[in-house]
């Protein structure tokens, strides 16, 4: 089994930064998958990572550090649309184990 | 256009009834997966297929079934053994994980089921 920790809320001002940082506890991790998921729709793919490291697409980034089981997703520029759930997600082998998600909610 | 689409958005049902919920794709990916969502839970897997006429149970399959007859379906039966039905349901698909490569889950949008 898997234990995925993230924070359950954040707020932040609109054109600031915010940082998600997930958590977690595999025995055989096998890459992790950022979602973002607006109230009452679909989850929608934002990022992946298996190496160690940063990945960066556009406004968001996600880093990964597989020693210490930690990844983070990094939001900049908020914008109030990017006021959403964000879901971390752990594959082991062939399925997907997700955390309960970070709330965003990004003040003018 | 490619996607997944669940049908009904929203459905109501008795208690004791079961009921069907449709997951179709046309993305031609191998694998398909039924989630269950609460209110301040993670997505909980129900079950999951990585090819037609093949499926497993997830980590909360008691009171639920399903088949793959056709690559491109999923259905998911709540059946009337299911304790605590009401829910959000998201089907999702991806390329078969055991091949390789990202296999990202592409979700659909979801059927709100709510028993009386």
């Known amino acids: 089994g898997q234990n995925i920790d993230q924070p359950t809320e954040m707020t932040a001002t609109e054109g600031a930064i915010v940082q998600i940082n997930c958590t977690y506890q595999?025995?055989?991790?096998?890459?992790l998958f950022w979602y973002q998921q607006h109230a009452g729709e679909a989850p929608t793919f934002l990022s992946y990572?298996?190496?160690?490291g940063l990945e960066e697409k556009g406004r968001f980034s996600s880093f990964l550090s597989r020693s210490k089981g930690y990844s983070y997703l990094l939001l900049k520029e908020l914008q109030m649309k990017d006021s959403a759930s964000y879901l971390c997600?752990?594959?082991?082998?062939?399925?997907?184990?997700f955390g309960a998600g970070t709330t965003v909610t990004v003040r003018a | 256009d490619g996607g997944i689409t669940q049908s009904p958005k929203y459905l109501f049902r008795k208690e004791g009834q079961n009921v069907t919920l449709s997951c179709e794709q046309n993305?031609?990916?191998?694998?398909m997966y039924w989630y269950r969502q609460d209110p301040g839970q993670g997505l909980r897997l129900i079950y999951y297929?990585?090819?037609?006429?093949?499926?497993q149970k997830g980590d909360i399959a008691e009171g639920y079934s399903v088949s793959r007859e056709k690559k491109e379906s999923f259905p998911l039966t709540v059946t009337s053994a299911q304790k605590n039905p009401t829910a959000f349901y998201l089907c999702?698909?991806?390329?078969?994980?055991?091949?390789?490569?990202?296999?990202?889950?592409?979700f659909g949008p979801g059927t709100r089921l709510t028993v009386l």
């Open positions: 999702a698909s991806s390329d078969n994980p055991l091949a390789g490569g990202t296999d990202t889950q592409y």
């Open positions: 595999t025995s055989g991790f096998n890459g």
């Open positions: 990572n298996v190496l160690d």
């Open positions: 997600a752990v594959r082991e082998r062939d399925k997907l184990s």
């Open positions: 993305l031609n990916h191998d694998a």
């Open positions: 297929s990585q090819i037609v006429n093949d499926f």
